[in-house]
């Protein structure tokens, strides 16, 4: 229901700024302007007949012009344009959507965090967190080995659910493996090969007994290298927005989640969202 709801609302939104952009907006201001200008100026001096009329009938006609051109263009560019891609774009470094990398959504999962910090020492907690993680692949339309996505990092925002209020951003950590072990450091960047391999972005740790969880990257060895809470990077129960920027050599897109933190005794859940 948040997804399909949320798919409304930003079509919604898509629309509405196609249908009212510039220049057209200009145009229907200033011609909704000219209509009672018009009137009255007819009215004063003292026009009659066809004059009379075509003061506010020209304007009028501007803009009701303009508003159907306006609502037409909308419509159409909405529904022969995927606006929920990224890759919809178009172009990045002059290759096109078809010969270049292009970074897919596969899904999420909560795994067992590994028995060793991000930096290397044994951690000093009994109980083992859970790593909610995102999961991408490189699946260009043609696939080819020199399709191969470099440098691949992805810098994380998260808000709160209605994306009013920004909390923090961090640039992510990829987990090397579906079993959740990272390297001693994990990478912040990697390179992805178009075989359809996943690849695993660590967004938030969560302890079972605890009503928050809290992001995690390789920052998190510093901030809070006891138990890896960090406490600037803390989410209370309920819902947010996280914002992905994956970006590389020839890569740049964003995908946008819904974060549920359901609380104590519960692990944290990921929804895809539009824009």
Request: with cysteine; net charge negative.
């Amino acid at each position: 229901m948040l997804e399909l709801d949320t798919m409304k609302e930003s079509a919604f939104y898509i629309w509405l700024s196609r249908a009212f952009g510039s220049p057209l907006i200009y145009i229907e201001v200033l011609a909704a302007a000219m209509i009672p200008i018009g009137w009255i100026g007819a009215k004063f001096l003292d026009l009659s007949g066809a004059a009379e009329v075509l003061a506010w009938m020209v304007p009028l006609t501007v803009f009701v012009t303009s508003l159907i051109v306006g609502i037409c263009y909308a419509t159409y560019s909405l529904f022969t344009n995927d606006a929920s891609r990224p890759a919809a774009a178009g172009v990045a470094n002059g290759l096109t959507t078809d010969t270049r990398p292009c970074i897919r959504f596969l899904g999420w999962e909560a795994t067992e965090a590994p028995p060793i910090s991000p930096q290397g020492g044994e951690t000093q907690i009994n109980e083992r967190p859970w790593l909610t993680r995102v999961t991408f692949t490189n699946e260009p339309d043609l696939p080819a080995s020199d399709l191969i996505a470099q440098k691949v990092a992805g810098h994380i925002e998260f808000y709160d659910a209605s994306r009013d209020s920004f909390l923090f951003g961090m640039v992510g950590q990829w987990s090397s493996d579906a079993e959740g072990e990272t390297e001693t450091v994990a990478p912040s960047q990697i390179d992805m090969l178009s075989d359809a391999t996943p690849y695993y972005l660590n967004l938030v740790l969560k302890y079972d007994e605890d009503e928050e969880c809290y992001g995690i990257n390789n920052d998190t060895a510093v901030r809070a290298p006891v138990d890896w809470r960090d406490e600037k990077r803390k989410l209370e129960q309920g819902l947010y927005t996280v914002k992905v920027m994956v970006h590389g050599t020839n890569v740049a897109e964003t995908f946008w989640f819904g974060l549920i933190n359901r609380g104590s005794g519960r692990r944290v859940r990921i929804l895809q969202i539009s824009t």
